[in-house]
């Protein structure tokens, strides 16, 4: 450090702070002691007398400077100090390093303190650095062991300053344990003081799991148990009893609310659980006969075991009345199988009628054909749509088919040969092969669409079992022979599906072009818009015309090319011709504007502008709206397959056993356990319903009508789950 030079010397003498012996003015040192007679100015570095009151350069009082000095110097190996014991070495190192003495003789101790900390401090350092792993090591293991307060000691023993975000995580983890411990105990203590048992068995439980092998605790849970478990079979008991009386009195409603009131997670005796589940199920009996909306063999099978539980009540005889009745009623028109028993309307789609869709109406219909389609309601709708495109009378024509090889092309017609009168349309699904053979001859005066058969070959083996594709194909192909077989077919037409998941459909508006153009933007479009490189994709498109002159709308339905060429194979060996390959998504809005949306439907009142039709299959449903110009369509991920999962899972069963649950089998001991989890897998595909038709009504049109088709449509609490709000399925 830079010292200045004294700016003069007086004639005073000046006096050692050290010995006190005046010295001449001229002298640096004592000549006594050899202390130091001029120290610097701490403002201004100039030289000053040892016994000079003001600086002589910049008038600070020197005292007060140096009396200063030592009090910051202090302040700062106390900040060091504390910096140290909190584990920021570092930190305290920076702060001694910034202690300076100003060359000044009478701070030399502190700086030699200062220096003396510094290698102190980074002796400690490198210690605990040495130990911060074992130190953490240790406390995670008690930790893991759940001993929380030994795990605190040892994370004690690590400085806040060397705990890095490892570290602190576990730190915070330990502190909240022993907080919750701490908290929770307390909980205890007053429940315990004031006789309040029933609510501390979760918060016990949970200190069983905090503080594991704590005998005292261990101790007090069982007795909690014990106190809480004969506490609800009380209340269960009375409660069961007062049920009992109601359903005597036919007073089911008030049964059931009584009924609602019992814990289900009480834990009650063989009898007396018994005797709940059977109130239960005849309060669910009752409540399902009550709202049934269709008579169904599923229907009448509630009815026989209603009466065999309450054969003398007069309300239930009075249901019963009801329904025979309504199942004596012909519909006025083949699209349904049976008359509504009460009015049906989707709450959640501001009331539109719901219409369970069966049949076919303005059509021929053999009788061979026709007891089919009653006997599989909404099983042919798919169908239906694929054969209408074959006899050239379906609204939208698009042709997945493509090319395959030599061997295939010598039977499959190309688009522009001509087709005959009559063609199958052959469904391709989860659960079986449905065929319906639709016959329109041209030349006659009535017009008229003839059903001549409809056949159904179901799998020899589940195709939700199957685990490779090669085992789907050798399952499918077998009942593509036993079609053939069953029904003669020969070298006829046939249009098949290709399933709506395997399918990707755009809409988009495009000006009015001539065709050539029209092609050349169409494949703009497809390659933009598909996201398949083009030669694994095969793709057509239908063009509305807009009322707009100068514009129209375009959907483009694309697959890629190896989920086409299976089906295909399968139809390889039998003399089929297949003409067309359609989206089952497509064939369901054929099907849907031949049946609903046609001036030839409007003579039995069903012309509609807008109707939304969801066809319910076993892996997945397809949700259409439809118009005359126009629709959109989406793949649900619902099925009757995803509702046997959900039963095995909830009563820990094999998929068969969930399957036969779930078509009511006799076996099942209580219906009203099925219904409750079948309700959530209803709530989930109502709700993606209500979301996928709010995001497509903007483009087509509200829906006049909910249609409801498909395999899936015969399972009993469908349909009524459409009627019900959100909010109604959330309070049941």
Known sequence: MSVKEPPGYTDKDIQCEECGKANDADRRFCSA??????????????????????????????????????????????????????????????????????????????????EKMQVQVNTLRVEKESMLEE?????????????????????????????????????????ECLSEIKSLSAIVQEGLAKKQYSALLPIVERLCELKVNDDRLLELREKLHAHQTSSQATAAKSRAKAAAAFIKQERYKDAA????????SAELDGTLQQTIDQAREICWLYNELEALCYVTPQGLALVKRFQKFCPQSEAGKQLVQRIRKAASVRPKTPRERNVPIRPMNCASLDNVP???????????????ASAVLKERPGQFTVAYGLALQGIQQSAVKTNLLFETRPSVLRKISARTRSLDDSVWGIDVGASGVKAILLTFDKKSDDKQISVDSAIRIPY??????????????????????????????????????????????????????????????????????????????????????????????????????????????????????VTSVQSTCVALYNACYSQFLTSDSESN??????????????????????????????NLPYGLHRLNQMLANRFGCNYKRAELMRLRSESNPWLHKVDSALSEGFADLRADLLRSLHSMIPD????????????????HGLIRSFLETLQDSQSD
């Open 33 to 114: 002691c050899g202390t130091r007679l001029w120290q610097p100015c701490h403002s201004c570095e100039s030289q000053n007398a040892v016994n000079a009151t003001f600086c002589g350069s910049c008038g600070e009082n020197l005292a007060e400077q140096l009396s200063k000095s030592i009090e910051r110097i202090n302040k700062l190996l106390g900040n060091a100090k504390r910096s140290c014991q909190e584990g920021n070495y570092y930190q305290a190192i920076d702060i001694l390093r910034s202690i300076t003495d100003y060359g000044d003789s009478r701070l030399q101790d502190f700086t030699a303190k200062s």
């Open 257 to 264: 609310a009584e009924l609602r009131r019992i814990d289900d």
């Open 135 to 175: 130190l953490h090591a240790n406390a995670q293991e008690h930790f893991a062991a759940k001993q929380y307060r030994q795990a605190a000691e040892w994370m004690a023993k690590i400085p806040v300053g060397m705990r890095n975000a490892k570290i602190r995580q576990t730190a915070s983890a330990i502190e």
């Open 354 to 368: 719901v219409v369970w869709w069966n049949g076919f109406a303005d059509c021929n219909v053999d009788s061979q």
């Open 605 to 634: 009142g069903h012309k509609s502008n807008c109707v939304a039709a969801l066809d319910v299959g076993v892996e997945s449903s397809v949700l259409v709206l439809a118009s005359s110009n126009g629709f959109r369509f989406r």
């Open 700 to 715: 087509v049109g509200k829906p006049e009508k909910l249609i409801v088709t498909g395999g899936g449509s015969n399972q």
């Open 460 to 577: 020899s083996s589940p195709l939700t079992t199957a685990t490779a594709d090669e085992e789907r194909a050798v399952v499918v192909a077998d009942a593509v022979q036993r079609l053939v077989d069953e029904a003669a077919i020969g070298k006829a037409q046939a249009v098949v599906n290709v399933s709506g998941p395997k399918t990707l459909g755009r809409f988009f508006s495009v000006p009015t072009l001539k065709p050539k153009k029209l092609k050349d933007l169409i494949q703009y479009e497809a390659k933009h818009q598909i996201p398949v490189p083009e030669p694994e994709v095969t793709f057509d498109y239908h063009l509305w015309q807009s009322n707009e002159q100068d514009k129209g709308s375009v959907c483009l339905v694309a697959a890629r090319r190896d989920q086409i060429r299976p089906t295909l194979d399968v139809f390889e060996d039998s003399e089929i011709q």
